[in-house]
């Protein structure tokens, strides 16, 4: 059924009355188009996939790096926690023997190089200790710091913001405030931890990076904790105004695209909130080398599917211009066949009049001249006469083999046994004399061209009466059997002259004649003719036969 | 019908040569006039050019017409003298090489009466020739509307 549909599409697409500007958009929206479709939505899902999966890379990323922090920032309040627990510890704070307490950290700094310098404050925030010690700040107030506030107001370990402290050298810390509990558990001290910035710019490097991206973590202010590209101990940096920041300190984690309004680049920020301690971890890349695999990739796909896209419209304009050229080579074909038609025609009445001239005016000789004539000289006449009537015979017999060819096969129901049986009558009819048994199987009902299958039992039938003409009686028979791949195989056969096998592959050609003029009469063209009506049935056409022992000739007509 | 003349419509001189043989053969006595192409054949017709002043009250008793003629071709003649009255009724034989079917079927559905085809065969030519003067020429009946 497919195949169907397709032959008439060829059809239409070669008829004559189909606009190529109809067949062109056609061949167009049929091929191009769909090619075209495939390969936008492929690539736009594609990219959707690849630039999902670059970015929730880099969104887990942020989220790894922001638990390992978490994860070194409670180490660190946790050594703050356990020294101020310590029993001797807070016995002394309880009774104010603040000199004596810190006495107990002296080695701290030593033992956790993170820990730079250790306060001691009451309750007032009033520094009463520092390990090491720097007596420009002791007895000073900080109850402005940070650290202060936050620890002050529910009496819990609190981290402060990033500042730059008071004491020389004037680095830039971070505060963890541990509050130290009496007896009673209520406060009373604050043991406050600083920690150079340093450490988190250390911790960072040791987050392990690709490609030019780079970790920066700010405080819940928004401050830069640590940052690779700016000095820790500099002015401390406010970047509460970066998005990535502002989100992560809602707490929010997620990856943002943004114009660096530096550098001109676009960015890639993978943000995270440091849990518990209101902190930001931003992961930052250029735009440029997130996507740099993906980008690649799509830029394949594309050169691909241009490709693809490419082929198919070169497809398409080799299908038309073979359309194109099918078409014209299908007019020049009928072209040549009007032609012929009209040689033809033209042959068949100017060739016949110089014949019957030669005839006629030889004949008039014969007759008025007979006296004066030798027997000779009516030999000659005779046989220019008959020269005359073969070549006319040979011109009738070359335009019906032209003619066959030209015409179109009309298919229709026949009932060959009355065909073979009307012929035979004719035949018997021309001579009645001639002694002849006629054997023609009844019922053979077919499928074919009348006009022209009418002509090949005219001419086989016709034949096999010919051939038999020494016969008393001729036997000719028609009918047929089934054959060896299954299909009706006719055949005509004669108790006639017969032929040499040997020469059986002349038999179907033009103008081949197996036996001499004087011996049958004939112009040789009889069985090319039966041969192109079969094959234009689809059949085939064959014989055999023995001299003096009859011919018999098969032939078959098509699926 | 010796009286009445055959108009033999006839470019080839061979073939009017033969015609005329065949015809004297078969002791066809009437007068045959000879048109050598459409024109002339229409001249004789309708009494104009050549055979003008020609009494057209001869008709002639029928008229052997080849087909493939200069100037005039054989079937515009006989359309032309369907379609006239005084001609309507002329009994012609298209008498031609010609055995396509275009033509044959051109030739009845313009009016012609019979079809015969030359054959290369002078004698059968001669048997041919025979057969149409005996019945055109004294076993058939030709239309009263003439005047006899």
């Known amino acids: 059924m497919l195949k169907s549909l397709l032959d008439r599409l060829v059809q239409a697409a070669l008829s004559d009355k189909t606009r190529p500007r109809k067949v062109q958009s056609a061949l167009f929206g049929f091929i191009v188009v769909p090619v075209l479709l495939v390969a936008i939505i492929s690539s736009m899902q594609t990219y959707k996939d690849l630039t999902k999966g670059v970015l929730a890379r880099r969104e887990a990323f942020a989220s790894l790096a922001a638990a390992t922090l978490k994860e070194r920032i409670d180490r660190l309040m946790d050594v703050g926690l356990s020294l101020a627990t310590r029993v001797r510890f807070r016995q002394l704070v309880a009774q104010g023997r603040w000199e004596e307490a810190s006495q107990i950290l002296q080695d701290i700094p030593r033992e956790f190089p993170a820990v730079e310098r250790i306060l001691l404050a009451d309750l007032g925030g009033t520094l009463r200790a520092d390990v090491p010690v720097i007596p420009s700040v002791r007895g000073q107030s900080f109850s402005y710091r940070d650290w202060y506030k936050g620890v002050s107001q529910e009496w819990k370990p609190y981290l402060s913001e990033a500042y730059r402290r008071m004491a020389e050298p004037r680095y830039n810390v971070v505060a963890a405030a541990i509050p130290i509990r009496g007896e009673d558990g209520g406060p009373t001290g604050i043991l406050v931890l600083q920690i150079k910035l340093d450490t988190f710019l250390q911790w960072s490097k040791e987050v392990d990076m690709e490609g030019g991206a780079f970790l920066y973590i700010t405080d819940r202010r928004g401050q830069a904790v640590s940052h690779p590209h700016l000095p820790p101990h500099g002015e401390v940096l406010d970047f509460s105004g970066v998005a990535p920041v502002q989100r992560a300190l809602r707490g929010e984690r997620g990856i943002l695209i943004s114009q660096d309004p530096v550098g001109m680049e676009q960015q890639v920020g993978a943000y995270a909130p440091i849990p518990g301690y209101g902190w930001a971890v931003v992961v930052q890349q250029a735009a440029g080398t997130t996507f740099a695999v993906r980008n690649r990739t799509l830029a394949t796909m594309a050169a691909f599917y241009g490709a693809v896209v490419v082929l198919s419209v070169l497809l398409a304009s080799v299908i038309l211009s073979m359309i194109d050229r099918l078409k014209r080579v299908s007019n020049q074909l009928e072209l040549a066949n009007k032609e012929l038609e009209a040689f033809s025609y033209s042959v068949s009445h100017d060739l016949r009049a110089p014949l019957r001239s030669i005839d006629g005016f030889s004949q008039a000789l014969l007759e008025d001249y007979a006296d004066k004539v030798d027997a000779e000289g009516k030999d000659h006449l005779h046989r220019i006469r008959g020269a005359a009537q073969r070549m006319a015979d040979l011109i009738e017999a070359l335009l019906a083999l032209s003619r066959v060819t030209r015409s179109e096969v009309h298919r229709a129901p026949l009932d060959l046994s009355a065909l073979a049986g009307a012929i035979a009558a004719e035949l018997q009819q021309r001579e009645p004399g001639r002694q002849a048994e006629w054997v023609i199987q009844g019922g053979l009902a077919t499928e074919g061209d009348a006009r022209l299958l009418r002509a090949v039992l005219e001419n086989l039938l016709g034949n096999a009466w010919k051939f038999t003409a020494a016969r008393a009686p001729a036997r000719i028979e028609f009918g047929v059997w089934a054959g060896s791949d299954g299909r009706p195989t006719y055949f005509v056969r004669d108790n006639g002259a017969g032929f040499d096998m040997a020469y059986e592959d002349k038999l179907f050609g033009a103008f081949q004649r197996l036996h001499t003029q004087a011996e049958y009469a004939g112009t040789g063209i009889g069985l090319a003719t039966v041969q192109r009506i079969i094959h234009r049935h689809g059949g085939r056409v064959w014989a055999e036969g023995a001299p003096g022992k009859g011919a018999t000739f098969y032939f078959t007509l098509g699926p | ?148």
């Open chain 2, 1 to 148: 019908m010796a009286d009445r003349s055959i108009l033999l419509v006839e470019d080839n001189p061979d073939d009017v040569a033969l015609t005329l043989r065949a015809l004297k053969k078969n002791n066809i006595a009437n007068q045959v006039v000879v048109a050598s192409d459409g024109a002339e054949a229409l001249d004789y017709l309708f009494g104009t050019g050549k055979h003008s002043g020609r009494d057209l009250g001869e008709m002639p008793a029928v008229v052997l017409l080849d087909l493939k003629l200069p100037k005039v071709d054989g079937l515009e003649v006989l359309r032309r003298l369907r379609t006239d009255e005084r001609t309507k009724l002329l009994r012609v034989v298209i008498l031609t090489s010609s055995k396509e079917e275009q033509d044959l079927m051109n030739g009845y559905k313009l009016g012609a009466n019979s079809y015969v085809r030359k054959p290369v065969d002078f004698v059968k030519f001669v048997d041919a020739v025979r057969q149409l003067g005996m019945y055109w020429l004294v076993l058939n009946e030709p239309p009263p509307v003439e005047g006899e």
